[in-house]
């Protein structure tokens, strides 16, 4: 059941699986809130975006370190480790580039509207 290495060589098929499938969740969650955040500045929405990008800053990160648990886990070794916080890095700097965006967006709305009321 064991090699001499001391990882269990029975079930690397299904291991492999499950952290397929974990990289699949974690990219289709992200995509799916990239795609909801473009969404929502198309209609206007700046706020909504900012606590959007505040939730990717936050939670991915939790995520990231339960994924480099589970990928530990079945992965057995400390690859999955440096997987799971190269993730962590990536959903954290995407949600800061979404928050620095929009507040950029509303700083220029409000010197456009000043030149407005001005003139």
């Known amino acids: ?22 990289l699949l969740l974690f990219l ?3 995509i799916s809130l990239n795609i909801g955040s473009f969404l929502l500045l198309k209609r206007g929405n700046l706020s909504l975006v900012i ?5 990717m ?10 994924g480099g648990e589970l990928f530990l886990r079945f992965g057995g070794g400390e690859g999955g480790g440096y997987v799971a916080a190269m993730c962590a890095v990536f959903t954290f700097v995407n949600g800061f580039l ?5 507040i950029i967006m509303f700083i220029i709305r409000v010197i456009r509207n000043k030149k407005r009321i001005s003139s």
């Open 98 to 102: 979404l928050v620095t965006t929009v």
């Open 28 to 30: 289709l969650l992200l």
């Open 57 to 66: 800053m936050m939670v991915f990160d939790v995520l990231g370190i339960k």
């Open 1 to 22: 059941m064991y090699s001499s290495s001391g990882f269990n060589t029975k079930f690397k098929k299904e291991e492999k699986k499950i952290i397929g499938l974990i």
């Open 51 to 55: 606590i959007l990008g505040i939730i």
